[in-house]
């Protein structure tokens, strides 16, 4: 890979990473500030990225893969994707919110796909290469984040002003990148999309709670990515961007740790270890306050890095494991499907409707129960746990 194509690559993450960091954590508190929404609007609007999960691989293997050059349904995908922001911002009603969200998530989830391609046939080992080109996109979370955050524009349609000009410069920039052909030489069914020829997995007991627990374990994911900066911000925490930005800087840290982890005490006592972060950060958001126990705050940000990572970074690596080489990619998908699809879309929905049930309104003043909020996916989370200990056996170096 020459000099010029890895900082094109590095470019195309940092373009699409700060346009989905501009909003995405913020869009709750803005929904619930500026427009006004119920918990349950707020839950309905995150489950679109979900519903955009599911759609988008039919879209890539139906369409994308087999007629078109991937650099340019990124370009079209984002021009499409400015247009719908542009007529978001001048909406003010949180219902019609919702068919604007769900319109420019199906625009954007495609690329998440679409960016993996268009690297990954740059490099000749991809396994070395791509690491130091993905990690450009959780640095450009930070820097966006930071500069929401800095400006104090998170509760602003100003999120979304800023996701249209980048989506723009993104989709401009994406014409110049390499060409990435079509790939797909025969039809694709929806089979090989949903990943069911990963199926014969489940006869394994092991993954199949593994299966399950992923499922499970993105509903509090959910909590957090829809209520923690509204929660952050009424426990009296101040520039909550600026330090929620603290859990990508951690995503990064423990991301290191991982192959010394992973040697040291294994698959499951790494995800075990990811799991019992989940109830703490939990129990942290839900107990902490910004004015006399702040630390219980940071703490939970901070652990954002042993969550996600030691669970779902490692629960991808024992996925492989397991797969073996003719079905990695069908079990690659089947996980992501039910994870950010399935188990987000769950726990989108549910975590509106749990803000709604904990939230008391006197006059046009809301106020958030914010300790029994957050018990929900903590206790969920330890459900998960009790479950995962009791059942779950790594067996992937017996079978190596």
Not at 80 to 92: C, E, H, S
Not at 115 to 138: D, H, L, Y
Not at 174 to 199: E, H, M, R, V
Request: charge should be neutral; include cysteine.
């Amino acid at each position: 890979m020459t000099l010029t194509t890895r900082i094109k690559l590095m470019v195309m993450m940092f373009l699409m990473f700060s346009t989905w960091g501009a909003w995405y954590g913020q869009m709750g508190k803005y929904l619930f500030t500026t427009l006004h929404a119920t918990g349950d609007q707020i839950g309905s609007a995150y489950a679109t990225f979900s519903i955009a999960s599911i759609v988008a691989p039919f879209f890539m293997g139906m369409v994308a893969d087999r007629f078109f050059s991937a650099q340019k349904v990124m370009g079209v995908l984002n021009i499409l994707g400015a247009v719908i922001l542009y007529f978001l911002i001048q909406n003010q009603d949180p219902d019609t919110f919702f068919w604007y969200i769900l319109a420019y998530t199906l625009t954007f989830a495609p690329n998440l796909a679409l960016s993996n391609s268009i690297a990954m046939n740059q490099m000749e080992n991809p396994e070395k290469e791509f690491p130091s080109i993905r990690v450009i996109g959780t640095i450009a979370w930070i820097v966006i984040t930071n500069i929401v955050g800095f400006y104090g524009v998170g509760d602003k349609v100003t999120i979304f002003q800023i996701a249209m000009f980048t989506s723009i410069a993104w989709a401009i920039f994406a014409f110049t990148l390499p060409n990435t052909p079509p790939k797909a030489t025969k039809a694709t069914s929806f089979g090989q999309i949903l990943g069911t020829d990963a199926f014969v997995l489940f006869k394994d007991r092991s993954f199949l709670v593994f299966f399950i627990c992923s499922i499970l374990v993105c509903i509090p994911l959910s909590f957090y990515y829809a209520h923690a900066n509204l929660s952050l911000t009424e426990s009296n925490m101040t520039n909550v961007e600026n330090k929620m930005s603290l859990g990508q800087v951690s995503e990064v840290g423990f991301m290191l740790l991982i192959p010394f982890a992973l040697s040291k005490f294994g698959i499951k006592k790494m995800l075990i270890v990811g799991l019992i972060a989940w109830i703490i950060r939990f129990v942290c958001f839900g107990y902490g306050d910004g004015i006399s126990s702040e630390w219980m705050l940071y703490l939970a940000i901070i652990l954002h890095g042993v969550c996600y990572d030691f669970f779902f970074v490692t629960g991808q690596i024992y996925t492989d494991n397991k797969a073996g080489e003719k079905i990695k990619n069908s079990a690659q998908g089947l996980i992501t499907l039910a994870t950010y699809g399935i188990g987000m879309g769950i726990g989108s929905i549910l975590s509106g409707k749990v803000l709604d049930k904990y939230t008391t309104k006197v006059g046009e003043v809301s106020t958030h129960d914010w300790t029994s909020v957050w018990m929900v996916p903590a206790a969920i989370s330890a459900v998960v746990l009790l479950l995962f200990i009791l059942v779950f056996k790594d067996n992937t170096r017996a079978e190596a």
